[in-house]
């Protein structure tokens, strides 16, 4: 993965007062004036109503070539959610964020799952649960892999699970291993942390397209993951002014198959642990 540097004008999803206006004039030689008025009238009352009517409204591919343009000449933050210690934050800070390797997780779950009653009854079956764990297509599954979402709030309030307990990966072989009680001792290990990481948008663009590429998905008529998103916010604001992006929560993933760089490494917030929807 190449080295870019970070731009101080990226695109964060959640803060739609930051990109609304540079999307607003990326499109201007696309959206006819009357589009906006148009949006107001109609009032959808769903997102998607928004940027349907958007599109019935203009030349739908114009539409969504200039954003694609417009997502991949800038930075695009992403968020990874897990509990660290204080000396894992260091690592990343240094190392970047590292695929999964399913071997590597086996310090972390005996530090937690080692003060459990049964620990030693079922220490010995630690090893065939990492293994099976991290076969490709068994729940839990993310070897080799790094995963960002779009939306800081989504992280926090839609799917804070690796807040409170961390890798999905070590969810599974603490259930496997000793059920909600081993899961719930990986909310002991670690604290609530949020990295921000920026990443160059043709990069970010290829990671929410792990499966099916984005020529092959417009081919089926679906509009390109990150688009979508920013599309159908920015005109659902124009319907209604005073809407804000992070209400959606919305989840939507970018998968790496290789490091992500320290020098994307935007921030890394510690959270109050056991947090929920007030952690703004």
């Known amino acids: ?18 990109w609304v206006l540079r999307l607003t004039d990326a ?14 009238a109609a009032a959808p009352e769903y997102v998607e109503d928004a940027r349907n009517l958007l599109f019935d409204l ?7 070539d200039t954003t694609l343009a417009w997502v991949r000449s800038t930075m695009v933050a992403g968020y990874h959610g897990t509990r ?17 390797k399913a071997e590597a997780r086996r310090n972390r779950l005996v530090r937690a799952l080692s003060p459990h009653p049964r ?5 010995d079956g630690l090893d065939a649960a990492i293994r099976a764990h991290g076969q490709r297509g068994c729940a839990g599954d993310r070897e080799e892999q790094v995963h960002l979402t779009l939306s800081r709030f989504g992280l926090i ?9 961390g890798a999905e990966f ?30 160059p948008g043709a990069v970010a663009l290829d990671a929410a397209h792990p499966f099916l590429g984005i020529d092959d998905l417009r081919s089926r008529g679906d509009v390109p993951n990150l688009v979508d ?24 993933g970018m998968v790496f198959r290789s490091t992500v760089p320290s020098a994307w490494v935007v921030n890394i917030e510690t959270l109050p642990d056991r947090c929920d929807v007030d952690c703004r």
């Open 1 to 18: 993965m190449r080295m870019s540097p970070i731009s101080s004008a990226r695109l964060d999803f959640d803060n739609i007062d930051d």
């Open 27 to 40: 499109l201007m030689g696309h959206v006819p004036d009357s589009v906006g008025p148009t949006l107001v």
């Open 58 to 64: 203009t030349d739908r591919d114009a539409i969504i």
């Open 84 to 100: 660290l210690t204080d000396g894992e934050v260091v690592s990343v800070r240094a190392m970047g964020l590292l695929p999964l």
């Open 119 to 123: 620990w030693g009854e079922v220490a």
């Open 157 to 165: 309030n839609g799917f804070n699970h690796y807040l409170t307990h």
């Open 170 to 199: 070590d969810q599974h072989v603490a259930y496997a291993l000793l059920g909600s009680e081993g899961k719930e001792l990986l909310g002991s290990d670690g604290e609530p942390r949020v990295i921000q990481i920026a990443v």
């Open 229 to 252: 998103e920013f599309l159908t916010a920015w005109s659902y604001r124009l319907a209604h002014p005073g809407f804000q992006a992070r209400t959606l929560e919305v989840d939507c």
